[in-house]
């Protein structure tokens, strides 16, 4: 059987021992699928109309990228889960829609991650 649950949490101070913040998630992935935990530095990039390669699709790069540490299955250019350096965290979530999925290709969830 297939996993399907896709669980995000958040404590926030008070509830926590030193006012810290507590993100976490778990991924809804085959137990076999090899998911990495992977570093991006800062960076500043240069080259005005370079494209950058999603997992589908390509997008214009960003003058200014902060420093990330990203959760993701090995195969996808985005993330399940990730931080930046500024404590901004954020979960990607399976959502059913009713709508029709679009035959186009485009950006998934985890490549807003």
Same mark, same amino acid.
């Given at each position: 059987?297939?996993?399907?649950?896709?669980?995000?949490?958040?404590?926030?101070?008070? &509830?926590?021992?030193?006012? /810290?913040?507590?993100? !976490?998630?778990?991924?809804?992935?085959?137990?076999? %699928? $090899?998911?990495? *935990?992977?570093?991006?530095?800062? &960076? *500043?990039?240069?080259?005005?109309?370079? @494209?950058?390669?999603?997992?589908?699709?390509?997008?214009?790069? =960003?003058?200014?990228?902060?420093? *990330? =540490?990203?959760? /993701?299955?090995?195969?996808?250019? +985005?993330?399940?889960? !990730? &931080?930046?350096?500024?404590?901004?965290?954020? !979960?990607?979530? &399976? =959502?059913?829609? @009713?709508?029709? $999925?679009?035959?186009? %290709?485009?950006?998934? +969830?985890?490549?807003?991650?």
């Amino acid at each position: 059987m297939e996993p399907f649950s896709c669980d995000t949490f958040v404590a926030l101070p008070p &509830a926590t021992v030193d006012n /810290r913040i507590i993100f !976490g998630k778990n991924s809804d992935r085959l137990c076999d %699928e $090899v998911q990495e *935990v992977v570093y991006f530095p800062p &960076a *500043v990039h240069d080259n005005l109309g370079e @494209r950058l390669k999603c997992t589908y699709i390509e997008i214009d790069q =960003v003058s200014e990228t902060y420093a *990330v =540490v990203l959760s /993701r299955p090995a195969w996808l250019w +985005g993330a399940e889960m !990730g &931080a930046n350096e500024h404590g901004v965290c954020i !979960g990607n979530e &399976a =959502v059913r829609g @009713r709508e029709e $999925v679009c035959d186009e %290709e485009a950006l998934l +969830g985890m490549d807003l991650v």
